[in-house]
């Protein structure tokens, strides 16, 4: 994913990498489009996962972030339709 985000690739935007946040270490955001893409894997599933991920979403949402989730296995099967989901984000910021 970083290798397709990274270098203003995606009209411009400027993605960060392992970014911390709110107490949390996102993924991947673009902070002038306040979007976070976050890649999950299967443990992401599970109870404790689901549970885990609504409270940080909730937290990063009150800061004006939008969170874009990704599942893994999607991202390895068809990445172009991933970068053509996070250039609409980009796009209806």
Do not use: S
């Amino acid at each position: 994913m970083w290798r397709l985000l990274r270098g203003e690739q995606l009209n411009g935007f400027q993605f960060r990498r392992q970014h911390p946040i709110a107490g949390y270490i996102v993924d991947f955001v673009c902070l002038k489009a306040n979007l976070v893409v976050e890649l999950d894997g299967g443990q992401h599933t599970e109870p404790a996962g689901i549970a885990h991920d609504t409270r940080r979403t909730q937290r990063l949402e009150e800061r004006g972030l939008r969170i874009l989730r990704v599942p893994d296995d999607v991202m390895l099967k068809d990445p172009e339709a991933v970068l053509r989901t996070i250039l609409c984000e980009l796009e209806a910021f």
